[in-house]
């Protein structure tokens, strides 16, 4: 029996990359999808074996879409397969559910043994990002913020709105706003007042000084 796949990216190229190299005997590409609420609709008619996914798509989060395709169609595998290989994108992606996350420059060969594996059950993990998740247990207590995340963090416990932390550092008001949604995912909140509630529960903003 092949394994039946869906293939999920915003990037019409990339689709039918992905599909040219999933030719043949072992595997059915049964769907497409170029966003998470399309991929939803499609994993639910066609009951797909493994769905190999981008992870910054429009409209969705793919923690978001990995967590509802666990939910509604229990025993999917999921495959990420993007470009980003942070602990922003890593960790929600594993957390909710993943059986896999892999680098879009895999080689061919590579990516079709790893479907295979995801279709067993198997975890499957780029070098890269198997290193990120090593970091991360033995550091298990140790949310880690980059220099300028601190920075920015710190402001916004001062009060600043992102123009003004943007003048400050000499930054876009876009770039502050990827540094904080960097710093929602790695502390695991949704708002700005609650990064800095645990920023200063886990030490990593101590107490104001008279400074």
């Known amino acids: 029996m092949p394994i039946r796949m869906i293939i999920v990216d915003d990037h019409p190229v990339v689709r039918d990359g992905l599909r040219g190299i999933f030719t043949g005997d072992e595997f059915e590409v049964v769907g497409e999808a170029a966003d998470g609420p399309e991929a939803l609709v499609v994993a639910l008619r066609t009951n797909p074996d493994v769905v190999l996914m ?3 798509m429009p409209k969705m989060s793919g923690g978001e879409v990995i967590r509802r395709l666990r939910e509604q169609t229990p025993g999917i595998r999921v495959l990420v397969l ?3 290989d942070d602990d922003a994108d890593v960790l929600p992606a594993i ?3 993943a059986t896999g996350y892999l680098l879009k420059d895999t080689p061919r060969a590579d990516l079709r043994r790893a479907v ?3 279709a067993r059950g198997e975890t499957v993990l780029s070098p890269s990002v198997t290193g990120v998740l090593m970091h ?4 298990p207590e140790q949310r880690t913020l980059s220099p300028r995340e601190l920075e920015v963090l710190r402001l916004i416990a001062r009060g ?3 123009r003004e932390i943007a003048a400050k550092l000499f930054i876009t008001e876009a770039t502050v706003k990827t540094h904080l949604l960097h710093v929602f995912a790695k ?3 949704n708002d700005r007042a609650a990064a800095v509630a645990t920023a200063y529960e886990t030490s990593l903003l101590k107490p104001a000084t008279n400074d």
């Open 160 to 162: 600043a709105t992102n």
């Open 82 to 84: 993007t470009t980003f």
């Open 116 to 118: 295979q594996a995801a």
């Open 54 to 56: 981008d992870l910054r």
């Open 187 to 189: 502390l695991q909140v």
């Open 95 to 97: 957390e909710q559910g």
């Open 136 to 139: 991360r247990v033995r550091t």
